[in-house]
């Protein structure tokens, strides 16, 4: 597990994905649950850390896909937390609706080959819908709900405005090298997924920890800022 800035937390060694771990606040705090196989090792570095699992009192969800929910039924049993998600995206994560995908004719050339079929996810229920802009006061001393639509219709990141920090999801990758643009094949509305990518960049985020990649800490505005212009964001 490393440590990005004191209160938050990345796991180290999961599948696939990044999860985030929140210490500070009424109780522990997780931001997405990678795939099923990932639950084990969350709950054994939550346990490294000195907490117990019964001390993780809510997990937090950018959006509804695999490796992000993956492991949700299995962390929301060992931990009893409370699920806090989107509006649009809590069918999904209910087992109610499948993923919903991009349109085939929207799709070019692999893209349009590794869509695949409906998938439905074991139902887990959700406590709490999160609206934009809502002040999550217990957790972060004042997480704040961002939308950020696209890659699902529900996508969310989580912004702290004094630390000048985002939890982003997979609205931007982020490669050894470079940043890119969330998979084609699985994001909902590319166009709607880049207008998000400006309205993270306006903000000027000097921490951004993302769903695929390591956290940024050094150069952060700028280079989100370049992506957001090269990708006609901004």
Known sequence: ?????PGLYTFSRLPVGRVYLITEGDGLTLIDASISLAAGPILSQIRKLGF?????????ITHAHPDHIG??????????????????DRPVIEGAMPVIRPRDADLRGISRMMGGGAMLFPPVPVARELRDGEVLDDVFDGMQVLATP???PGHISFWHPERQLIILGDVIMHLPTRLVLPFAAFTY???ENIRSIGR???LEPHIVCFGHGSPMTASTVRRI?????KVGAI
């Not at 492991?71 to 649009?88: D, F, H, I, Q, Y």
């Not at 800022?225 to 212009?229: E, K, R």
């Open 52 to 60: 117990a699992a019964t001390d993780v009192r809510r997990i937090l």
């Open 150 to 152: 696209g890659h699902t």
């Open 71 to 88: 492991a949700l039924p299995a962390l929301v049993k060992a931990t009893g937390a409370e699920v806090w998600a989107s509006r649009l």
């Open 1 to 5: 597990m490393r440590r990005i800035v």
């Open 200 to 202: 993270v960049a306006r």
């Open 189 to 191: 509305d590319m166009a």
């Open 225 to 229: 800022g370049a992506f957001a212009q």
